[in-house]
Nanobody, 120 residues
Framework: QVQLVESGGGLVQAGGSLRLSCAAS????????MGWYRQAPGKQRELVAT???????NYADSVKGRFTISRDNAKNRVWLQMNSLKPEDTAVYYC??????????????WGQGTQVTVSS
């Protein structure tokens, strides 16, 4: 059974920083892409930052220059460093991994989500 567990959300003032962490565990054969999405109230879930299957990074225009995604492939972990936070960054942040469990087919997995609230 594969699980993604996030941590690091919270309440911060505008201009502050937070660091999110996500760990994938279970019987994993390979991780092909891993990253972060977010969903604000009344809005659709959107990409924030990901590592693609080719190993490159992809950021939403709204977070470029403020957020940095990093990873440790050996430990199946990914982090999101969020600086210069704005109230519009307030959302539930979800870790996503496109991975292949041992003996199964590739599919998307999601964490439970962690709330990030930025006050003005």
């Amino acid at each position: 059974q594969v699980q993604l567990v996030e941590s690091g959300g919270g309440l911060v003032q505008a201009g502050g920083s937070l660091r999110l962490s996500c760990a994938a565990s279970g019987s994993i054969f390979s991780i092909n892409a891993m990253g972060w999405y977010r969903q604000a109230p009344g809005k659709q879930r959107e990409l924030v930052a990901t590592f693609t299957s080719g190993g490159s990074t992809n950021y939403a225009d709204s977070v470029k220059g403020r957020f940095t995604i990093s990873r440790d492939n050996a430990k199946n972990r990914v982090w999101l460093q969020m600086n210069s936070l704005k109230p519009e960054d307030t959302a539930v942040y979800y870790c996503n991994a496109r991975l292949t469990p041992r003996g199964l087919y590739e599919r998307d997995y999601w964490g439970q989500g962690t709330q990030v609230t930025v006050s003005s």
